[in-house]
Structures are given as C-alpha cells and as structure tokens.
C-alpha cells in the first residue's frame, strides 16, 4: 500500500468514534482492497503491515475469531462485530490499569497493575513498555493511543503481552533443574494453571521420547568414554544397535517420561510456597528471590523423585536381559546395594541446580532486557524466534556450568553397575577424572549434549502450542 494510504488508515484507526459506523466503514471499505465486500486474512494482513501494525499471526486469529460464518473471511457486519466487541475489553482493561482515574495511564500504574498479576518488573522495563505505545512522547498513555496499539491485535491487554516474557520451564531439553512455571493470580484463580502444567508436562514427554537416543549417547559417555577408551557418536550409536537392536536406543526413556509429572507438580506447589515464605509482604517476587525460590523448589522435587532419577541412569545404561522392567531393576538395587543406592549422586545433583537455576535466569534476563532495549518502540511483543533462541541460550549456558556436577552424579549413580570395589566420594571422583581425563574430562558426552537442545526445545514448543489449543487456552 502507499504511504499516503497508510496515513489514512492510522487517521481512521485513531479518530473514529466507536458508536459511528461510517467509521468502521471507511476502515472496511480501505482494507478490502478487492472490493467484494469481505476482508480475509491476505488482505488484513496487507492492512496491518500498511498500517504500521503487522504482528505474525495476527491476521489469522482476528478472522478466525469473528468469522461467525466460517467462510475464511470477514463481512463489514462480522469485522464491526470484531472491533466493537475488542473494544469493550481494551476499554474495561484500560480503565482497570488506570488507577487515579485521570484518563492516562503511567509507568508506576503499569508496573503496579503487572505486580499484582503476580509478574514484576522494573521501572525501566515498564517506560520501555509503555514508549511502545505512546504516540505523542508525553510517556503516557491515553486512551486513543492505547486503543490504537492494541485494536488489530489479537490479545487486548498488558498482561498477555508481559505474559510472552515469562521465563518458563516450557522449553524441555531433558535435564530438571530448571526455575519453575510462573503464574499469574487470573490463572490461579481460575483452572488454566494445570491446564498448562499439563501442556507442559506432555510437551516434555514427546520432546524427551524424540531426544532419547542422543539422551542415551550422553549417559553412555559419562560413564563409559575416557581417554583409553574413546567413544564416538557414529561408533556409539552403531554399538548401541548392535548390542541391542534399535529399540535399545531408548533403553531408560520411560521412566525419564514417567518422573515429569510428579516432579512438575511438586516443583510447582513448592516454588509457590517459598516465594510466599521468602515475601510474606506480599510484595513482587524479584529476581534473586524467585532464583532462591526456583532453587529451594527444586532441590525439594529432586529429594522426592530421586530414586527415579538413579533408575533412568541404571536402566539407561543396561545391558541386553539385565532387568526385565523398571521394577525389576528397582528391587534388583534395593537387594544387591541397600536404601542407599537409591540416593547415589544425590549431593552433587543438587550442588548443580544453583549454577544451572541461577546462570539460566540471569542469562535469560540479561537477553530480554537486551530485546526491549532495541525493539520496545515497535512491540513489547518479543515473536516466537526471539523466545526460543533466549531460552535455547539460557539452558545451554546453564548446562556449561552445571555439566561437570551433572557428569559426577551419573558416574555415582552408575557404580554399581560398573562392578567399582571402591565407593568414592563426589570430591574423590572429580580429582580422578581430571588427573586421568584433563579437565576436559568433565565434559565428557557434552556434545550429544548440546546436539539435542535445539530439537528438544522446538518440539516441545510446538507440541505445547497444540497442547494448549486442544486444551483451549491458547492465546
């Protein structure tokens, strides 16, 4: 479209008074640019990127949420329907965030509102917000301004823009030591919490199931490859195969699937409890208190669920005919090694969660700050490539740091199945691995490592969006 267009759909979008249909009118006729009478999603999308608007995806969930007919576009009656019935929510949203009632909304309103919603951030990060949208630099927003930011967009307030930035334990690359969901009181107050909890725990099991084999190449890694006995991945994975068939590519992935659940649950109730305990004021959650949160939560799941931890290690590295099933494994340990073998590698598990928590969510914050810093005068609105590629970074620079502990309890959780005479300490282990390996001995199996993050996490993107669709809580 040509600029002068673009000036003139703004001018519309800016001035029009909702109660007049000429308006809505001059706003169809302009987007319907092949004048049959119907706006579908081409040509909304057309409109918006003139406009100045474009958002990926947009066009396609305003159509489908007015098209009442099911035509795959939007008659004038269906597309004023849309507005009129969007505008409502922007009104009702706009006077909630407006809390001195003087018709502007400011930066202090716009980080208490987000506050109370249970999601804090900082007075820079809510200027920078709030300059998104402020048209006449008075940084402040009126409610033409705010009208015109959100009109063709398919959310309609704050919060589901914020809610974007969450930093979530969604993104699965297998490992559990990740800060835990977050939620706002809206989803508490109402079932859309587990209902996530549930896209996520599903997302994580097909991401795992479909990361398994190289899951396996790492284990074995840990455990088996030093310098004297070197193993590849080519010459891994072939030695799996011809040991026990393809199938034994996924040799431990069951119960690796079957410890989310309960770990996602408990992780989640407890990172709620010590973040009222570590802000009994009720006050917003800042960063190092949800990382001490995250870290107490996790380090509580871990003691709940850890013997399914050394028995996804056992099982993982198992050869042909050695159990028959996870039980069988789990009483085959409780006899032959005591209670105690259930809690090998326990300390150094839990030493790991505070440079993996910590490192994640300080990289994770340091990126999105980074983002808003550059792109807010356009949309707070980060896009799905920029949440991947922040939590992809985040979680592999939060493995680098804890990899070293995360190698030492699998050796410990692996030494009854090695035959070791001796028992050594998590100190003891390490010093032998670097006096015999280097310090890159460490590292050991880091590369299937890193090899599966970028799989993992877009799988279990994808099937968390179709999760929460089938669910119906996408947004």
Avoid at 189 to 209: E, F, N, Y
Avoid at 255 to 263: G, S
Avoid at 389 to 402: K, P
Wanted: net charge positive; proline share 3%; aromatic share 8%.
């Amino acid at each position: 479209m040509e600029p002068s267009l673009r000036t003139l759909l703004l001018s519309k979008a800016r001035c029009w008074d909702p109660d007049s249909e000429r308006s809505y009118q001059d706003l169809f006729d302009r987007i319907d640019t092949n004048k049959d009478g119907k706006v579908d999603v081409a040509e909304l999308r057309e409109g918006l990127v003139a406009m100045g608007k474009f958002r990926q995806g947009a066009a396609q969930k305003i159509v489908l949420s007015g098209d009442h007919n099911k035509d795959g576009s939007l008659d004038f009656n269906e597309f004023t329907k849309y507005l009129k019935e969007h505008e409502k929510k922007l009104r009702l949203t706009f006077k909630g965030l407006d809390r001195n009632n003087d018709g502007r909304i400011d930066a202090s309103e716009i980080q208490q509102s987000l506050t109370e919603l249970g999601i804090a951030i900082s007075r820079e990060d809510a200027l920078k917000i709030l300059q998104s949208m402020d048209i006449d630099g008075t940084m402040m927003v009126d409610w033409n301004e705010w009208r015109e930011h959100f009109l063709f967009y398919p959310g309609h307030n704050l919060e589901e823009i914020i809610r974007y930035w969450k930093h979530t334990s969604v993104l699965d690359i297998g490992d559990s030591l990740a800060i835990p969901d977050e939620f706002t009181e809206e989803e508490k107050r109402s079932d859309d919490w587990w209902k996530q909890l549930v896209a996520g725990a599903v997302a994580g099991s097909v991401s795992r199931t479909g990361t398994a084999p190289l899951d396996r190449m790492k284990v074995l890694m840990q455990v088996h490859s030093s310098k004297n006995n070197k193993i590849g991945l080519i010459g891994g994975f072939r030695q799996m195969v011809t040991e026990g068939g393809l199938s034994s590519l996924w040799r431990g992935n069951g119960i690796n699937v079957l410890k989310i659940a309960p770990e996602t649950a408990i992780k989640f109730m407890a990172y709620e409890q010590y973040k009222k305990l570590l802000s009994p004021d009720g006050k917003k959650t800042k960063t190092h208190k949800r990382f001490m949160a995250g870290s107490l939560a996790g380090a509580t799941a871990q003691t709940a669920i850890y013997p399914m931890e050394v028995l996804k290690t056992r099982l993982t590295l198992r050869k042909t005919g050695q159990y028959s099933g996870m039980f069988h494994c789990a009483k085959t340990i409780l006899k032959n090694e005591g209670v105690k073998a259930f809690y090998k590698g326990y300390v150094p598990n839990l030493l790991g969660i505070i440079p993996y928590a910590g490192i994640d969510l300080a990289v994770y914050e340091s990126l999105k700050n980074a983002w808003l810093s550059y792109h807010t005068k356009d949309s707070a609105n980060p896009g799905v490539l920029v949440l991947l590629g922040c939590g992809t970074i985040s979680s592999t620079c939060g493995q680098l740091a804890s990899y070293p502990l995360a190698l030492v309890r699998t050796r410990m959780q692996a030494q009854a199945s090695l035959n070791a005479s001796d028992q050594p300490s998590m100190s003891s282990l390490m010093k032998t691995i670097v006096a015999k390996d280097g310090f890159f001995g460490l590292y050991r199996g880091i590369l299937p490592n890193f090899m599966k993050v970028i799989p993992a996490v877009s799988i279990s993107y994808v099937v968390y969006e179709y999760m929460k669709t089938g669910l119906g809580i996408s947004k």
